[in-house]
């Protein structure tokens, strides 16, 4: 291996293992959570956002009944969650949670926690959901989507 090839090579391990922990570490602070779906509106208890410590998660993950997709919820603040379909604009893939927000492994489309688009080819944003706390639940109506 000549010089040029070995700091190639250093490079790429390095940018790899950056990846993979800013990805452990989005992973970290995230929940997958089973949620029940009545006609387009899942409900969530907002107890999912908090770990055994008590302490809050950024970001949990919504399998609902029925739903062929992923739904990112990202907490803001105690009463504000922006919840993000995870299905790529570009192609229609499945999305990952990353520190910065979301990224698609298909063709490298990145965006941020708002679902807007850091990186192409998607040109589109994410599809918001309209969102609102009612008691101890986080509501998510998949039929209002937010402009
Ligand atoms: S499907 Fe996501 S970038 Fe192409």
């Given at each position: 291996m000549d010089r040029r090839n070995f700091i190639f090579n250093s490079i790429?391990?390095?940018?790899?293992?950056l990846?993979?922990?800013?990805?452990l570490s989005a992973c970290g602070t995230q929940k997958q959570v089973q949620a029940s779906n009545k006609s387009g509106l899942i409900t969530l208890p907002l107890q999912s956002f908090k770990n055994e410590k008590?302490?809050?998660?950024?970001?949990?993950s919504v399998n609902a009944e029925g739903?062929?997709?992923?739904i990112f919820v990202f907490r803001k603040t105690e009463s504000e969650f922006t919840?993000?379909?995870?299905?790529?604009?570009?192609?229609?893939?499945?999305?990952?949670?990353v520190q910065t927000g979301l990224d698609c492994p298909c063709h490298g489309s990145r965006f941020n926690?708002?679902?807007?688009?850091?990186?192409?080819?998607?040109?589109k944003n994410l599809t918001r959901y309209f969102t609102s706390v009612s008691g101890n639940d986080l509501l998510i109506n998949l039929n209002k989507v937010i402009p």
């Open positions: 790429s391990l390095a940018a790899g293992s990846g993979l922990s800013m990805y008590g302490e809050y998660r950024e970001m949990v739903v062929p997709y992923v919840a993000l379909k995870g299905m790529c604009t570009h192609n229609a893939c499945d999305l990952n949670p926690k708002e679902g807007t688009v850091l990186n192409g080819p998607a040109s």
